[in-house]
């Protein structure tokens, strides 16, 4: 198979679009399941709370 | 399903899979292509390769970080083209490991500044540039012309940028030295060889105007003088950008 | 920092040093007249030195058995250390470049000393050793408390710091002594170039360590920030520097790209570059540091997940913006304006992320400078995101390409952004480290802030102007249809532009210096604590309080 300019240029254009719209897709569903949501709050707390070392 | 996707992501391999996955495509899709490009560049038939005192010369320029404040790059906007001449092509830097394209222009463009000049004009200015252009913020270079050029490894220049795909022959390897040697002293018997090799458009001549063996100034102003004068292909295309 | 290796690691630690100096003295040996046996001295010294050093605390007690109750903070502290006195050098350097501009005799008349030489220093000197040294400490800091876990490892986090900046060493040498492969910020040749895969691989492979041993069962995400800085940075590092050496005992060497391809794939690097290295990593800083000092999570922690993966993906796209109206094919040029365009979304969202934490903790803003930092940070990053954005389009980069509005939007971004989400993390690591309760004096954060702020406004203003009249008088014609301007005629216009921008800059070198200063007299203090205490670790308080 000869792989020339046209053909790669053509496969940039069409195959990254549908990668791009299927990639945003999967992480908005990732986000937004409902339930992620306990486990992201969850997260975005636990780096508050101090301890002096690390756990056992 | 997605407690499945909760068990992936405990694993920090998969983040790193994913990570790749998402960042390699932008620079894979972009630069693959450009790999073929050959087939879509206009072809340069009469590409004059650079000589081993102009490659020297390069080297010198790409040591002393003149690519900061220079570019070698003419836009295709009507106003560079007036000011520094044809806009730059795919295929006159295709030989350039690396390229030099620049960013800034602390200093102006050089792409085509081979000829504008006099060798002399060069040989003052570098060594002190503000004896020439008195406003001029470029650093002087007065040790250019007092060291002398590193030409006894030529032929391994040349051997690598062969094997990079860049057409030198086996005779000009093998004459790289003297060729660097004959190139800055235009009536010794080492000069005949770099018009035979590189073509009567080479210039042979004592650039920094020191007889003997070939100063770091000579190579570079060799260098500077070659600028955008390896192809006509610009010039005969007879621009508008 | 030895005192925490066993006898053990401390051998293997002379070991390891040892072939090092081998190294060192076989390229010194075989490199002959050429630039590279400098080097060769350089690495054995670098090595000699810090085995001397090792063997000194060789003899000293073995530390406790169980180490994993304790975070492993010396690689943290020593980052922290060399971050700063990177800073202070290569800030000191670029302030000097930015005088040659104003007036070129200001220099000796050594090659080393001119300014093509000079410039990279500053670039490699800010970018990867002020800053990269800084990411390893703290994402060092932060991979341990965000996983509740020690370092998976006690000499490897040593190695990445001490390899990382003896490539810095090598890379900075190099340019004063004319070893540049003119990539920009590539500079470094191919020996430097594989030194630093060997440390990156190391930095990797611990970092991925410490999270796969983690207590909690959620990676945070700063983390993933910092994931995606080594392991990208990696990637892009090496496919650019792909490089034919002229032989295993010379410098030289010749990039595997040529022409257009090469212009693409340095870009793509130099703008991924900014994007991981720059961005992510910091931004990892950001996402641990910020709503830690304000005590309250992060706004939308969703957000900063889309906003994640949204820049890894359209930042790859970006790098053909570099190379508008050039001999580039126009759909990269187009399809690199595109993405950088859709860019400013996650951009954004990380900037308003940050700054709806804040909301709602306005008086500890204006209260703690500390927090400051990283507030102006975080507008720093959402206004230069957006001119970068702006920049990227066809039209505007016509006029702003080449010219010094491209070195102010890069240092809006490196002081407004980078250099102030360091400090901000800085302020916050060291009384932490150190076992303080603040830093020694509060007020020198304050005078340091205000320092910082105003150097970084007066540069950008000043390189704004220069850039626009600069672009603008290039493309000026009179009537008669001819260029109004000379080359020398913008450069004459520039002038007073150059001596703000020197002025602005030398406010931000002092104000880091100042900043030293309260480092290390936070660092006395604690000293001077322990002696009191009676000159052992201080017992944990906290672990009997407990329960």
Known sequence: ?????????????????????AMSLAVLIYVFWPRNKQRFDAAARAILDDEDGPWR | MFGLHYK??????????????????????????????????????????????????????????????????????????????????????????????????TGPDLARVGGKYSDAWHAAHLANPRDLVPQSVMPAYPW?????????????????????????????????EADAYGQAAPNSERGWGVAERYGEAANVRDFDGQPGAPTEMDALIAYLQMLGRQTAIAEAAGDAP | ?????????????????????????????????????????????????????????????????DRSGSYYD???????????????????????????????????????????????????????????????????????????????GHLSPLFVLWGYNLFCLLAVTGYLW??????????????????????WVAYFVL????????????????????????????VLHIVNGLALPLSWAQAKSYSLFSGVQDAMTQWWYGHNAVAFFLTAGFLGMLYYYLPKRAERPIYSYRLSIISFWGITFFYMWAGSHHLHYTALPQWVQTLG???????????????????????????????????????????????????????????????????????????????????MITFGAIYASVPWLWKQKTMWSPRLVEVHFWLALAGTLIYVFAMWNSGIIQGLMWRTYNESGTLAYSFVDSLEAMHPYYIARAVGGLFFLVGTLVGCYNIWMTIRASRAAAVLEGDHPAPRPALETGS
Request: hydrophobic share 50%.
């Open chain 3, 337 to 419: 304006m595109t993405f950088s365009v859709m860019l400013l979304v996650p951009s954004w969202a990380s900037a308003g992320n940050a700054l709806m934490t804040l909301n709602g903790a306005w008086h500890k803003v204006r209260d703690d400078a500390t927090l400051r930092f990283m507030f102006v940070a975080a507008v720093f990053y959402g206004l230069s995101t957006f001119e970068g954005s702006f920049m990227a389009i066809r039209p505007v980069n016509a006029l702003s390409h080449y010219t010094d509005w491209t070195v102010g939007h890069v240092h809006a971004g490196a002081l407004g952004w980078v250099a």
């Open chain 3, 1 to 65: 920092m030895l005192s925490e290796l066993t006898s053990g690691q401390r051998q293997a630690a002379l070991i390891f040093l040892a072939l090092v100096a081998c190294v060192g003295l076989f390229v010194a040996g075989f490199g002959g007249a050429d630039p590279i046996a400098a080097h060769g001295w350089l690495v054995l010294g670098v090595a000699l030195i810090s085995a001397f050093a090792v063997l000194t605390r060789f003899h000293d007690p073995e530390p406790v058995a």
């Open chain 2, 8 to 105: 992936l992501e405990r694993k920090a391999i998969t983040l790193v899979l994913a990570i790749i996955g998402v960042a390699s495509i932008g620079g894979i899709v972009e630069i693959a292509p450009l790999f073929t490009i050959d087939q879509t560049v206009e072809e340069a038939p009469d590409m004059r390769l650079l000589t081993p005192l102009e490659l020297t010369g390069r080297n010198i320029y790409i040591r002393e970080g003149c690519n900061a404040c220079h570019s070698q790059m003419i836009r295709t906007l009507r106003d560079e083209v007036e000011r520094y001449g044809p806009y730059s092509r795919a295929a006159e830097s295709q030989y350039d490991h690396p390229m030099l394209w620049g960013s800034k222009r």
């Open chain 2, 144 to 176: 250019l012309g007092r060291r002398q050029a590193r030409i006894d490894d030529l032929g391994r220049h040349l051997r690598a940028l062969q094997a990079l795909g860049v057409p030198y022959t086996e005779a000009m390897i093998e004459h790289a």
């Open chain 1, 1 to 21: 198979m000869t792989v020339d300019h046209n053909t790669l240029v053509y496969a940039a254009k069409t195959v990254g679009l549908f990668y791009l719209l």
């Open chain 3, 74 to 152: 010396a690689p943290v502290k020593a980052g922290i250390i060399l971050a700063m006195v990177w800073a202070v050098l290569a800030m000191f350097v670029g302030d000097w470049v930015a005088w040659l501009l104003v007036d070129p005799e200001l220099t000796f008349s050594e090659p080393w000393a001119s300014f093509g030489r000079l410039r990279p220093v500053h670039t490699t000197g800010v970018i990867f050793g002020f800053g990269g040294n800084a990411l390893i400490a703290t994402s060092f800091y932060v991979v341990q408390r965000t996983c509740r876990v020690r370092l998976a």
């Open chain 3, 178 to 199: 004319g070893i540049n492969q003119s990539k920009e910020y590539a500079e470094p040749e191919w020996y430097a170039d594989l030194w630093l895969v060997i440390v």
């Open chain 3, 207 to 234: 970092y991925l360590r410490t999270l796969a041993r983690r207590k909690e069962p959620h990676i945070y995400v700063a983390n993933w920030y910092y994931l995606a800085f080594i392991l990208v940075v990696a």
